[in-house]
């Protein structure tokens, strides 16, 4: 499901696409076509997005639908098989497909359904989660690596480790968060890392829970909670530095 104001957009595994009134249920429109969608939809402004086909199961198709009359405005086939949900992110719209052997991000005009660019997948179509900042995609991976590519031409800017040497513990979610300029990374523990160029911000918190569920508020508080029902929060010690 995937949530736009009152509209909830709803995929099921079937071969229609369900806008529903959130406070009544109703449906709004219906899209049905012969194949299946049955992965979570994206938006984009006044579009939805929805992937057709299943991961890793033949060539799939993306389709651009108006948000609230359901209308197909374009559609296009992928060239190979999805691997994971298209994220709306600013004015493009990325698609993960394994090209072959090789895992590829594609992104497409959300206008017309143009490609754009595609590059190697850092991480999206495995399950990595992403973060649109300052026209770059950051792209937070299981592995704990973090890469952040140029939106405009999917070029990699950075790419930053973050895992323990011998690996560690995956979190369930792995969305990175954008707080006071700085980019709070969930992994086996919690790093804190530059935008501009994925340098290491500050010491790794030092914290014995996985961060399953990661919060941060405006006062740069850290809120981390365990699958196991553990919840422990962090405030941002106060430290001198000499200023010439």
């Not at 399950?127 to 031409?153: K, Q, Y």
């Amino acid at each position: 499901m995937k949530r736009a104001g009152r509209i909830l957009l709803v995929t099921c595994g079937e071969g229609s696409v369900h806008a529903l009134d959130v406070t009544s249920g109703e449906v709004l429109w219906r899209l049905s076509e012969p194949t299946r969608f049955s992965l979570m939809p994206t938006i984009s402004r006044d579009m939805a997005m929805v992937v057709s086909g299943e991961l890793g199961n033949g060539p799939g198709a993306l389709y651009g639908l108006d948000l609230y009359s359901g209308e197909m405005l374009w559609r296009r086939d992928l060239e190979a098989s999805p691997t994971g949900a298209p994220l709306g992110v600013e004015d493009t719209v990325c698609v993960p497909i394994q090209m072959g052997t090789k895992p590829t991000l594609a992104a497409f005009n959300p206008e017309d359904g143009a490609l754009r660019w595609m590059t190697n997948d850092p991480g999206v179509g495995r399950g990595g989660a992403a973060l649109a900042v300052d026209r770059s995609l950051v792209i937070n991976a299981p592995g704990g690596r973090v890469t952040s590519l140029d939106l405009a031409t999917g070029a990699e800017r950075w790419t930053q480790s973050v895992a323990p040497v011998g690996g560690g513990d995956v979190p369930r979610r792995l969305e990175p968060i954008l707080r006071g300029g700085a980019l709070f990374v969930p992994a086996s523990s919690v790093h804190v890392l530059r935008p501009a160029d994925g340098s290491v911000f500050g010491a790794t918190l030092e914290c014995d829970l996985i961060p399953d569920v990661l919060r941060v508020d405006e006062r740069g508080w850290l809120y981390v909670a365990e699958e196991s029902g553990h919840v422990r929060a962090y405030a941002p010690a106060p430290q001198l530095s000499l200023v010439k």
